[in-house]
């Protein structure tokens, strides 16, 4: 059982430049999120999803796109990175609002 | 607006002494309440969680936290602490109105002196 997997583990874009970083689980939870992790600011939710074909904005969704096509694939698109986008990633997945999340182990991104 | 503190950022301790971890939410309801460990460059793993019933909650690695409703806090505690738990802790908090949102703290950043 692989859980939630991640990819890449680390990347380094240039101002400007577009990516995808991938999600995939294999628990078949209906809800996947995406964080972003920075010093001293905890975990901010950037998107959501209730299902396939679902998502919702989280509290830092700007510069950012998902789409759920299926149960098991959530991506995050950066449209065009910026130097603030700079952080860790992180995808997770859950049953429902009481089991509480599983988390891949991240993705550091760094923009020049 | 809902919320959570971890008024501590940074706690040190010696192995074998006890351990409290403060963590309180603004929020009118119960919310459903989570404590998560993070170890360096890893991801978060789920330790306990509380969203009825009796108020004092076990979970994994021997930690246990009690929800108290009067005072809104939701303090994660272990008796003994072992040099493996140094890590960072974050309360998190969810179930707000049918949404599926979760809100993390800041995270406390926990050393164990040997």
């Known amino acids: 059982n692989a859980g939630v997997t991640q990819t890449p583990k680390f990347q380094v874009l240039k101002t400007g430049q577009s990516m995808t970083l991938q999600c995939a689980q294999d628990?078949?939870?209906?809800?996947m999120s995406w964080y972003r992790q920075d010093p001293g600011m905890g975990l901010r939710l950037i998107h959501y999803?209730?299902?396939?074909?679902?998502?919702d904005q989280g509290e830092v969704p700007n510069g950012y796109n998902v789409s759920r096509s299926t149960t098991e694939d959530f991506p995050l698109r950066l449209l065009s990175a910026a130097p603030s986008q700079t952080s860790v990633y992180f995808c997770?997945?859950?049953?429902?609002?009481?089991?509480?999340?599983?988390f891949g182990s991240g993705t550091r991104l760094t923009v020049v | 607006a809902q919320s959570v503190t971890q008024p501590d950022i940074h706690i040190t301790v010696s192995e074998g002494a006890s351990l409290e971890l403060r963590c309180n939410y603004s929020y009118g309801a119960t919310p459903y309440l989570f404590w998560y460990v993070q170890s360096p460059g890893q991801g978060l793993q789920l330790l306990l969680k509380?969203?009825?019933?009796?108020?004092l909650v076990q979970g994994i690695k021997g930690f246990e936290a009690e929800f108290k409703r009067s005072q809104s806090s939701f303090n994660l505690r272990k008796p003994s602490v072992h040099w493996s738990d140094a890590a960072e802790y974050f309360c998190?908090?969810?179930?707000?109105?049918?949404?599926?949102?979760?809100?993390f703290g800041t995270g406390t950043r926990l050393k164990v002196l040997a």
């Open positions: 509380y969203f009825s019933g009796d108020t």
């Open positions: 628990m078949n939870h209906e809800y």
């Open positions: 999803s209730v299902g396939a074909g679902i998502t």
């Open positions: 998190a908090v969810g179930g707000f109105s049918g949404t599926y949102k979760y809100i």
């Open positions: 997770a997945s859950s049953f429902g609002q009481d089991y509480g999340y599983t």
